[in-house]
């Protein structure tokens, strides 16, 4: 990130662009887990849901430029909520249950995984944000 750069990104995406595509994934994810095990239990499609209100806010933050901390503080919670479902893997581990349930515990592994590195990235954003707010105003 050189001086220049007024926005955080990840791979040339800014922090909205990659909620809007991490969104994508989860939804994406929960219909096709769904479908490959042939579930029809609500559970199954939790990334999905919680794929669509990343989405939502996501690009409720692009929209509405003026309420942009507002929600893209209500998605880095999302994404704070997505790695407590996926610690949930622990728990199966500990009862000796791990992957009775293949299609699920993968599910929380995931979502434990990419929510971290998720929520790191919401971190990072708004620590430069902060970063560069605190410039503009000592200039």
């Not at 001086?3 to 219909?31: A, H, M, P, R």
């Not at 209500?74 to 009775?100: C, H, K, P, Q, Y």
């Not at 929520?119 to 954003?125: D, I, L, T």
Request: charged share 15%; with cysteine.
């Amino acid at each position: 990130m050189d001086n220049q750069q007024k926005e955080f990104t990840v791979l040339d995406k800014n922090i909205e662009q990659l909620s809007i595509y991490y969104g994508f994934f989860l939804f994406l994810w929960g219909i096709i887990i769904s479908f490959i095990s042939n579930s029809s239990s609500f559970t199954s499609y939790i990334p999905s849901y919680i794929g669509c209100v990343i989405i939502l806010f996501s690009y409720l933050s692009i929209k509405f430029t003026n309420k942009k901390k507002l929600f893209m503080h209500i998605v880095a919670l999302t994404g704070v909520i997505i790695v407590l479902g996926g610690i949930d893997i622990i728990r199966t581990a500990m009862n000796s249950e791990l992957f009775d349930n293949y299609w699920a515990d993968i599910s929380k592994i995931m979502m434990l995984l990419t929510g971290a590195l998720f929520v790191y990235f919401c971190f990072m954003s708004f620590r430069f944000a902060r970063k560069i707010a605190n410039k503009e105003i000592n200039n």
